[in-house]
């Protein structure tokens, strides 16, 4: 797998998980980064669960990345076309500076003749984004991915619902409990025909996890000291603590 959210599988798996007193999670690796819609232009998305999930949380969580996708594309578009932005906003910062300083017959002072140049090159520079953002190609791209994540559908798994189960008694265990269970060598039982899925799932939890803290809970486990902060850090350790028996079990 790839570290911090570099895609590169040929599917983008995205997972429904029951969470605590019913309330459902989802684990996926998309965010609002140019990577996410190079990626979904390329693969196609995945979805699974293992508790049946309510159509309602379905829907609500399509609703969350049509909104991710917004902000994406409006990323990707102010990457497409920086050099352009960049060279107009520079050309409207020398204009104004020329009117300023010429053609208006009362003196302005230099610093105000820069300031308003300057505010000048901003707006152009923001402008042309929004300008941009609505070209023909964009919106046909935009209209692709929004009827893909439209079109989105889960099954059920069995490797998902071994990780609710697993999940949950790892919520109940102490962190010496978890301690010893990863001194022990414990891994997951993963069929070969889970493998995919299964590095889709550790994928996510990479997504969900910056390096450091990935890497500071392992160093807790190696040395069996933790301190809980609070009562939210239980749902974040049990995930932390698949994440690395995912990493352990994987080929």
Not at 11 to 28: A, C, N, S, T, W
Not at 46 to 57: K, Q
Not at 123 to 144: A, C, D, Q
Request: charged share 35%.
């Amino acid at each position: 797998m790839v570290e911090d959210g570099a895609m590169r599988d040929e599917k983008i798996f995205l997972f429904h998980i029951r969470g605590q007193e019913g309330v459902p999670e989802f684990l996926h690796p998309l965010e609002a980064t140019l990577e996410w819609v190079e990626g979904l232009k390329k693969y196609p998305l995945v979805g699974r669960y293992g508790s049946e999930p309510r159509i309602e949380s379905i829907n609500l969580f399509k609703e969350e990345l049509q909104g991710i996708l917004q902000k994406a594309i409006r990323r990707w578009v102010a990457d497409r076309w920086f050099s352009e932005r960049f060279v107009l906003a520079a050309i409207a910062f020398l204009l104004a500076y020329f009117f300023f300083s010429y053609v208006i017959r009362d003196p302005i002072p230099v610093i105000d003749e820069l300031v308003l140049s300057f505010l000048a090159g901003i707006f152009t520079f923001r402008g042309l984004t929004k300008r941009f953002y609505t070209r023909e190609e964009v919106t046909i791209l935009r209209e692709e991915l929004q009827e893909k994540i439209e079109r989105l559908g889960f099954e059920e798994s069995s490797l998902v619902r071994t990780v609710e189960n697993l999940l949950e008694e790892l919520e109940g265990s102490s962190f010496p409990g978890l301690v010893d269970r990863y001194r022990r060598g414990e891994k997951l039982a993963i069929h070969p025909e889970d493998f995919e899925e299964a590095k889709g799932l550790l994928f996510s939890l990479e997504c969900r996890f910056s390096g450091k803290e990935r890497k500071k809970f392992l160093k807790e486990l190696e040395r069996g000291k933790f301190v809980m902060k609070k009562r939210g850090d239980i749902r974040k350790i049990a995930y932390l603590f698949l994440y690395h028996l995912l990493r352990r079990s994987l080929p």
